[in-house]
């Protein structure tokens, strides 16, 4: 299994529909402080069926939808789309490619998609668990979190390992 | 005592062992199991970078916590591969001779993990090949391009984009 | 109201939000003082980085609350002025263009105060008129050495300290 | 008020005396990981008088001693030594020159020294009162500290300025 493409449109600061390709191996993402790199981990986060709000660093669904900037207007509605090459069946679907998209709304409604199929959170939580390991994603400050978690709690990424 | 918990257990602190010393250049580290007999031991760590007494983890320096962290990610994910892991700045502590060795250690697994790294660090990006450049315009607006590694300066400490001529 | 405490106040946030607009090179913030009236009032931090709307503190990127809080440090520093003050790698999270005003900052307050700046970064270095380099011997014993500015090489995002011929 | 020198033997890594001058202006201290940078910054803390085991990133007073490394044993006192230009009388003590010396033996004993005489902890935290704000001394890791107070936690960085 391994990703494609990252499609972003109104999720923070991607006001402008954004496309990402995936090659296989090595992607590096570099740019100047506040510019959207960290934006792109949290779009990844968020569509694979993030619930915290915290883990996405605000407080509410309002705060993931481009807020407006300069002489451009507030956007309506936030949405991720990550293509996912399916080939080996890593996720339980069988699609050789599979796309999870969410939306949001400023109401704080979410919509959820597996291959254009509306379908509710549980079945994108279903559909990702191969990849519900806490170390799959790890956010800026927090590459020492399992150092300066207590040891009964460092068990649990064990128990996602094993 | 859970002996799936235990197999993968043994098998992750024999990993962390040997990519600590991989990423140290040196050094020894362990994984304790408090109690092995009790089904909610917590697990310690023990590092012990090179030349160095074995002191509380506390003592570590910043990036001697990072490298040590990222062993344990590395055995982690040895042991149970995820497809793909987006590290966010993780070698923002680093040194350049440990960000070279991290490196390493990443485009080794890149053979069956796909990584995405978001870094502002020059030796980081080598490991690349693919590289995406984010700035942001008067809006407020990202704007992603794809980029060369020609293309990147370091100048003072962090990359920054540049265009090249022709 | 406590009215020393309502003066201070009211000084740092004023030099809070000129610091703000230097070190990132645009951009507003201001200090506010949730409740004028109590003496245990809260302080609240606006910050809106250039281009952008103003946002809870929690959605800015991990450079930007970087160079917030120095800024707060730089209002601190201004209104109530310490002989000295050492930095350990406050510069971290930042990019090189904010590198380069945070040492320009730095320089202009350096006058009144000794600064005393731990960092792995070559642009933050060359604030320095003093430079020492730390190493390592093999017995986990440290050793300082004065060092010149053409001792450090820029090699792959951290300074790397090297001999220099003659 | 300035600083002039640190001399520190026996304090974390500095196994061998070591002896740094302060010029006036900027001074930057750089080498590679786990060199020891850091714990130059925990020397002055400690000398002048921290308390907090947690501030120093250890939990006991051995924590602070040279604890030996490849071939070389352990040290069994850790001494700092904190030379200040006071010409300015801005530190409550009637000389141009200040030394703040501070010894731990690894009983937990601490020994306070204010120009070779010996005195007791409160003479040092009285001494140094005037520099004893919450922002002379900013930790690796903890620059964005002020941001992730509360508010009115963050009330108390303000009456250290008032
Ligand atoms: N809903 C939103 N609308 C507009 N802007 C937003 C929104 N959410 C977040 N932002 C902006 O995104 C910026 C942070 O982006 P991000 O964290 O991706 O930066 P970064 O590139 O990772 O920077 P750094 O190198 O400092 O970590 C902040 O300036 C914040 O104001
Ligand atoms: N009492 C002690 N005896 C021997 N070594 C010690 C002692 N206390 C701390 N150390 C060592 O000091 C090292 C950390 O030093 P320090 O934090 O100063 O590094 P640093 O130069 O700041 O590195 P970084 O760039 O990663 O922040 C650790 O390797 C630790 O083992
Ligand atoms: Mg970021
Ligand atoms: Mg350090």
Known sequence: MYLKRLEIQGFKTFANRTVIEFPLGVTAIVGPNGSGKSNVTDAIRWVLGEQSFSALRCRRTEDLIYSGGGKRAAQGMAEVALTIDNTDRTLPLDFNEVTIMRRSFRSGENEYFLNKNKVRLRDIQEATSPLASSYTLINQGLVDAALTLRPEERRSLFEDAA | MNSRFAQTFSAVAEEF??????????????????????????????????????????????????????????????????????????????????????????????????????THNRGTVEAASTLYGVTMNPDGASKILSIRLDQLVDDGGAVRIVETVG
């Open chain 2, 17 to 118: 062992s040997q990519a600590f010393t991989r990423l140290f250049g040196g050094g020894t580290a362990q994984l304790i199991l408090n109690d092995p007999n009790s089904s909610e031991s917590g697990i310690d760590i023990i590092a012990q970078p090179p030349g160095k007494r074995r002191q509380p983890l506390s003592l570590l320096s910043g990036g001697e916590r990072s490298l040590t962290a990222v062993a344990l990610l590395v055995a982690l994910l040895k042991v149970n591969p995820t497809p793909f892991c987006v590290m966010d700045e993780v070698d923002a502590a680093l040194d350049e001779a440990n960000v070279v060795r991290l490196r390493e250690q990443l485009l080794e697994m890149s053979q069956h993990t796909q990584f995405v790294l978001v």
